[in-house]
């Protein structure tokens, strides 16, 4: 990236330079936008994991047995 910003400077000036950061802050902008839905996404998808593991430990709960009362034996 050094290399290519001397570059840029060496053939068109401070024009392009203001040019180069602007599109990096475009491109840095974009980015966090990007990790944000990609947060927010694994967030939303994690909940309904653990949605969907409460309801499957409700439903084996459900069709167990009911445990044997005091007095009774095997």
Do not use: F, W, Y
């Not at 068109?12 to 947060?39: F, H, S, W, Y």
């Amino acid at each position: 990236m050094a290399a290519c910003a001397a570059h840029v400077k060496a053939t068109c000036g401070r024009r392009c330079i203001l040019l180069m950061r602007i599109v990096m802050a475009e491109t840095n902008d974009e980015k966090k936008a990007r990790l944000a839905q990609a947060l927010r996404d694994n967030l939303r998808r994690r909940k309904a994991q653990s949605r969907e593991a409460q309801n499957h430990e409700i439903a084996q709960e459900g069709a167990m047995p009911p445990p044997p009362a005091e007095g009774e034996k095997d």
